[in-house]
Each structure stands twice: as structure tokens, then as C-alpha cells.
């Protein structure tokens, strides 16, 4: 049977039915949009910001409601907004439409669909862990023109809270930046205990001595400091999911169950994780002996070192650049490059690199 549960993919706006423990943040983000233009989302990594977006602020609206354009930097955050837009437009036949400011395609594309446009930049701290001066001015010039226009478009800008410092620039331009904004804490133990027995229920999956069961599955996911990251908790599910198949004498059981032995075995999510990772590892070098690749061991992890920038944050690089930062010792060629990145992509262990 194929895993219920979202592993490392946040929840989308089909995904209501199994979306637990953010009602009230959902209200509040629902609310704050509409009390002004600008609205600034902010949390902990691991916060389900995305999530929160796309599944609960997307499911308070009708389609007819809004036109939602979600935007990451790639490249450069200003190229990635004119693309956006570019993509929306039905009448872009206008022989100066290349020429136009974002504001002006802005107005083209409401008159398009008659529907409040609401531009979201998610990860917005890539505009300031990677993007230079130039291009993070321009940004900001860019926006408070929009929120000076009579235009029906809104902002969403959602970062990691540890960036909120380097927006001192943007609010020296935009002095509302921080009039509207919401912070998205970690979720409480009783939160977590309703994601877990929601997620259950939803996946029919049958859990023995509810109680216990689940709070050994929270004392299992907290990190050092006490805390539960909700990708993480996606992760260990799926885990336990897998375990149980595992260890059935059935190949296809009838029904799943989780109870405290089970989970005990499975153990702490530091070693789930490991144990994730050395799996994908390993097959991944394995096709690329198949393929022809000498001395593949090691070489997918220093492909992925090679997308981290130094604080953590996995950036977006082109092929031909990732192969020039590799060591020169390793020789692979574009297509057996591209292929570990489609494999990355497949974990969700990166976003789609471009090529």
C-alpha cells in the first residue's frame, strides 16, 4: 500500500480533509489578509507556513475569490514576479506588453479575471541570503509602488523569522512592512497529538492505546530543544507506516496499525531521518554505477552539499554551475547530474533545479 501520509510535501489546497491543527492560525491569516495590502507571515522553519497557505488560506477562498501567483526567487525575485504574471495573462497581445511596468501587467491581468490578485513570496529570506543589493532595491521599490497603485492586488511575504532583521532596508521604503503581520508559533503537544490522530483516521489506520501510542510518537520527534517539526512528524508517520508493512507476515496487509511496540522500534526521528537518507543515498549511487559513473560513492551527498549555502538554505543553481563547483576529481557528465537532481526532487529533498 502507497504511504497516506505527506512525507516532505507541504499540504495543497486538496489536501482539507486531512489538514489538522491550524484552525485557528488559519483564521487569523484569513483575517489579517484582508485587514490590509501587505501582510507579513513569519515562523520557525519546520512551522508549516507553506501548508498554512496553501491548504488552509487556500480553502477559505473560492476560486472566484482570488487569483493567488506563488512566487520563489530562482534566479532573481523581480524576473520570477514578471514570469509569474506573464504566465496568468490571457491578453498579452498588446505590441508594448514587454515594456509595460509590473504594475501596469498587474492591472492587465485583474482585467483578465475580474478576481483580487494576491502575490505570494514564499522563502522570501532568498531574496537576502542570495539575491545581491541591487536586485533586493529594486524589489522593494517594486512593491511599494503596487501598494501605492489602486490596484486589486495584495502582498503575502513569508519568511523564516531568523530574517526578519534584514528587512530594515525594505521598511525604510515600505514604513508598513510590520503593520500587519503574523507570527506562526510551533505547535503545542495537544496540537500535535490532534495531527496525529486526524492523519490516523484519515490514512484508516488503527491505533492501539491511543494515549500512549501517540505520546511516545511525540517524545520521539523532539529535538534537542524540546521542540516537534511538523515536516519531521511527516516523515516518522511514513516511517511507521513502512515498519508495519515490514514486519507483516502479510505482504499486503489488510489494515495498518500503530501501537507503543512499534513505535519504540522505530525509535528517535534523528534516526529515521539517517535512516532515510542512507536509503536514498545508496540507491542512488547504486544507478549511478549502473550507469557508467566511476567512483559514484559519496557523489550524490557532495551534489547536494553543493546546493547549501553556508546558514543551511538550499539554493537553486544550473547545472553547468554545480558541476563547476564539484571537486575536479569527480567526473560526471550533465545527464547523470540531472538525473541525481530528479532523484532529489523525487525525496523532496530539493525543489526543481533549474537546468
Known amino acids: 500500500m502507497d504511504s497516506p501520509f505527506k512525507f516532505l510535501d507541504a499540504y495543497q489546497k486538496d489536501d482539507r480533509e486531512r489538514f489538522f491543527g491550524r484552525e485557528r492560525e488559519t483564521a487569523q491569516l484569513y483575517n489579517a489578509v484582508f485587514a490590509s495590502n501587505l501582510t507579513l507571515l513569519y515562523g520557525a522553519s519546520g512551522t508549516g507556513k507553506t501548508s498554512l497557505i496553501n491548504c488552509g488560506l487556500g480553502n477559505k477562498f473560492y476560486d472566484t475569490d482570488w487569483l493567488p501567483l506563488f512566487i520563489r526567487r530562482n534566479d532573481n525575485v523581480n524576473d520570477s514576479l514578471e514570469q509569474a504574471v506573464n504566465q496568468r495573462m490571457i491578453s498579452d497581445n498588446n505590441p508594448d506588453f514587454s515594456k509595460k511596468s509590473i504594475a501596469d501587467k498587474l492591472q492587465l491581468l485583474y482585467l483578465d ?65 510590520f503593520d500587519n503581520r503574523l507570527r506562526i508559533e510551533r505547535m503545542n503537544d495537544p496540537n500535535v497529538y490532534r495531527v496525529i490522530s486526524g492523519s490516523c483516521r484519515y490514512a484508516n489506520i488503527e491505533v492501539q492505546e491511543p494515549g500512549k501510542t501517540i505520546m511516545q510518537i511525540i517524545e520521539n520527534l523532539r529535538d534537542k530543544h524540546e521542540r516537534v517539526d511538523l515536516t519531521n512528524l511527516q516523515v516518522y508517520l511514513d516511517r511507521l507506516y513502512r515498519g508495519y508493512q515490514e514486519n507483516s ?107
Do not use: M
Not at 537576502?128 to 521599490?141: D, N, R, S, V, W
Not at 511599494?144 to 534584514?166: F, G, P, T
Not at 544550473?318 to 563547483?325: C, E, Q, S
Open 113 to 177: 479575471y475580474y478576481k483580487p490578485i494576491y502575490l505570494i513570496f514564499d522563502q522570501f529570506e532568498e531574496l537576502y541570503i542570495l539575491g545581491k543589493p541591487a536586485e533586493q532595491h529594486l524589489f522593494h521599490q517594486n512593491i511599494a509602488r503596487l501598494l501605492r497603485s489602486d490596484l486589486q492586488a495584495k502582498v503575502l511575504l513569508v519568511i523564516r523569522e531568523e530574517w526578519i532583521a534584514y528587512l530594515n532596508e525594505f521598511e525604510k521604503i515600505v514604513p508598513s512592512l
Open 249 to 355: 507476515p502479510n505482504d499486503k496487509p489488510e489494515k495498518i496499525i500503530f501501537n507503543p511496540d512499534l513505535v519504540n522500534q522505530v525509535g528517535k526521528i534523528d534516526n529515521v531521518l539517517s535512516q532515510f537518507l542512507d536509503e536514498q543515498i545508496f540507491r542512488i549511487e547504486a544507478e549511478l554505477q549502473s550507469r557508467g559513473v566511476k567512483n559514484a560513492k559519496g557523489l550524490p551527498l557532495e551534489i547536494l552539499f553543493s546546493l547549501v549555502t553556508e546558514d543551511g538554505t538550499k539554493q537553486a543553481l544550473p547545472a553547468t554551475n554545480i558541476l563547476d563547483n564539484l571537486p575536479k576529481n569527480r567526473n560526471i557528465d550533465q545527464a547523470d547530474l540531472e538525473y541525481c537532481l530528479q532523484e532529489f526532487q523525487r525525496i523532496k529533498l530539493l525543489r526543481q533545479v533549474e537546468g
